[in-house]
């Protein structure tokens, strides 16, 4: 509900704090007296678009404040929780707009995008009126408005699950006939490659080790001879042997030495421990060096052949494993694409057929939802002076898509035997306003989460009608919060509170004010409705007459 809205420094208001009832509220006043006025600021605190310059002529900014109660559950809360911005059940919003055009907007003293303010008013606020393309008279809305009329929301939610997985398997499809198509084009080169990899099969690091061995080879005739004489020079002919008798002699001198030779034959011993391993070392070395001839010939073939098919594939030697992986896995991919798009398109004729059932379903729901809304309708527009008229929702086959396979539209007939047509094309002013009137209290069903706004919807009625007009607001009210700007006096006094807008002249400036009005008041501006500027007894016996009908 709306509570409050404070306006400073817009247009014509300079300063104006409204206080805002449950129920049906009626603002009424003189035309041009600045009742649109009203409706452009709650806009844009709103973040609506709307009239360019704002600013009250002479101040630096114009500001506007609505504060707003939330419901438990309202979906304003949701949108806050997401924005991070404060929730709770108290709601202020709070725009500015400085003389210069920059806008700044504040949600709960929380600085706010004007996107994030679009998307909670769309939650707060609903207007609708003779020129409304935000609502009923939009071709693109009327098919969610059937579906929330039908509650089809558990359909509707099969139908774009089913839809997604339609499309998710379709471009499955076409991404598999895509890489298919390219692997055709290559598959003289795939086999033959995949060929040569076999044929070589190159190992991760066999590459340096192939080079390191060759290295080996070539340099073991020149340092064979070196290490076969160290190899000599360490044995028992050389320091070994010598070492081994010099032990022997001194072992049978130290019985006679006293115990002085103890030390240098320990030292021996470990000598020969040292020499042994050394001479082990070197005889392993001598027998690595030894190879057959043709191994370095052998050797050197693989390296180069490896070295050659790196180059030839622009890739690193110790890449080839890898490369070789992915050539294989390439060509599987080829030899099983056939039987892997067979796979994939009967994924996908299953998916079309889960969507159309599934479309066809929501198809027959939202038939069935059409004939109850057209009854419904039509039972409003009899009380509404329309009861010739014909309210018709048609259902056309459309492309498929995320909401199924059906185009919606509201037309109607405003004479017997006339073609219908688009609801926002045939009817004239006065007949659009009682068709949006009957069309919302048909679709707004029990309490509304939204504030609905009509501004003037009763233009080009009066009457009888004007009165069928007001009970159907007063309806509409009783669930919820309506505000009305009319000059129907028939509307007026059903009201459960009414505000006059008034336009002065105070020091040259043109103002605007409201004014909640008593009863008293408000006989006296009913009869001024009903009979103009002179407001004569009669006029006030008539206004009294229709409040108290009401």
Same mark, same amino acid.
């Given at each position: 509900m709306l509570r409050t809205l404070d306006i400073r420094d817009m247009l014509i208001i300079d300063r104006l704090e409204l206080t805002f009832q449950p129920g049906l509220n009626a603002l009424t006043g003189e035309t041009g007296a600045g009742k649109s006025i009203l409706l452009d600021s709650l806009g844009f605190v709103l973040g609506w678009r709307g009239r360019a310059e704002l600013v009250r002529k002479g101040a630096d900014q114009g500001e506007v404040v609505a504060e707003f109660d939330l419901a438990e559950g309202h979906p304003a809360h949701a949108i806050l929780a997401e924005a991070g911005l404060p929730g709770g059940n108290e709601l202020i919003l709070r725009r500015i707009n400085t003389a210069d055009g920059r806008k700044t907007a504040y949600v709960n003293d929380r600085r706010c995008s004007g996107e994030v303010l679009r998307q909670l008013s769309e939650t707060l606020v609903e207007l609708h009126g003779q020129h409304d393309d935000r609502g009923l008279l939009n071709p693109r809305g009327h098919m969610a408005l059937l579906d929330e009329f039908g509650q089809l929301d558990a359909a509707r939610a099969t139908v774009r699950t089913a839809w997604s997985a339609r499309q998710t398997a379709a471009k499955a499809v076409e991404t598999a006939e895509g890489a298919l198509a390219q692997l055709r084009?290559?598959?003289? =080169?795939?086999?033959?490659? &995949?060929?040569?990899? *076999?044929?070589?099969?190159?190992?991760?690091?066999?590459? !340096? $080790?192939?080079?390191?061995? *060759?290295?080996?080879? #070539?340099?073991?005739?020149?340092?064979?001879?070196?290490?076969?004489?160290?190899? #000599?020079?360490?044995?028992? %002919?050389?320091?070994?042997?010598?070492?081994?008798?010099?032990l022997r002699w001194l072992e049978d001198a130290?019985? #006679?030495?006293?115990? #002085?030779?103890?030390?240098?034959?320990?030292?021996?011993?470990?000598? @020969?421990? $040292?020499?042994d391993e050394a001479a082990r070392g070197v005889s392993d070395c001598l027998e690595a060096l030894t190879f057959n001839p043709l191994e370095l010939e052998e050797t050197e073939e693989r390296l180069f052949a490896i070295r050659a098919l790196a180059r030839k594939h622009d890739?690193?030697?110790?890449?080839?494993?890898?490369? !070789?992986? %992915?050539?294989?896995?390439?060509?599987?991919?080829?030899?099983?694409?056939?039987?892997?798009?067979?796979?994939?398109?009967?994924? +996908?004729?299953?998916?079309?057929?889960? =969507?159309?059932?599934?479309?066809?379903? +929501? /198809?027959?729901?939202?038939?069935?939802?059409?004939?109850? @809304?057209d009854a419904s309708v039509m039972a409003e527009l009899a009380p509404l002076k329309m009861e010739r008229a014909v309210f018709e929702t048609t259902l056309t086959e459309a492309s498929a898509g995320p909401s199924g396979i059906d185009e919606v539209a509201f037309r109607v007939a405003t004479n017997p035997g006339a073609p219908s047509g688009p609801l926002a094309k045939i009817a004239s002013g006065g007949e659009l306003s009682r068709? @949006?009137?009957?069309?919302?209290?048909?679709?707004?069903?029990?309490?509304?989460? *939204? &504030?609905?706004?009509? %501004?003037?919807?009763? *233009?080009?009625?009066?009457?009888?009608?004007a009165d069928a007009v007001g009970r159907r607001l007063s309806q509409l009210a009783h669930s919820g919060q309506v505000l009305v700007v009319t000059h129907s006096p028939q509307v007026a006094a059903l009201a459960g509170h009414h505000w006059r807008v008034e336009k002065r002249v105070e020091d040259g400036m043109t103002?605007?004010?409201?004014?909640?009005?008593?009863?008293? $008041?408000?006989?006296? $501006?009913?009869?001024?409705? +009903? /009979?103009?500027?002179t407001v004569t007894a009669q006029a006030r016996a008539a206004a009294e007459a229709l409040m108290a009908a009401g």
């Open positions: 084009e290559e598959e003289d =080169y795939l086999r033959h490659a &995949v060929d040569e990899m *076999r044929a070589l099969s190159p190992q991760p690091g066999e590459e !340096a $080790e192939l080079d390191a061995r *060759r290295r080996l080879m #070539q340099a073991s005739e020149r340092i064979r001879s070196d290490i076969g004489r160290a190899a #000599q020079a360490l044995g028992t %002919d050389g320091a070994e042997g010598a070492a081994g008798d010099a130290a019985q #006679q030495a006293g115990g #002085q030779l103890d030390g240098p034959i320990a030292a021996i011993g470990r000598a @020969l421990v $040292e020499l890739v690193a030697a110790d890449d080839l494993g890898a490369f !070789a992986a %992915d050539l294989e896995a390439r060509l599987t991919a080829l030899d099983s694409g056939e039987s892997d798009m067979s796979a994939l398109r009967g994924a +996908l004729q299953r998916a079309e057929t889960e =969507y159309r059932d599934a479309a066809n379903v +929501l /198809s027959v729901a939202r038939k069935e939802a059409a004939g109850r @809304l068709f @949006l009137l009957a069309l919302k209290v048909c679709l707004t069903g029990g309490a509304s989460e *939204r &504030v609905l706004i009509f %501004d003037e919807i009763d *233009r080009g009625v009066g009457g009888a009608t103002l605007s004010t409201v004014t909640p009005l008593s009863r008293d $008041e408000r006989v006296g $501006e009913i009869a001024r409705m +009903l /009979s103009g500027d």
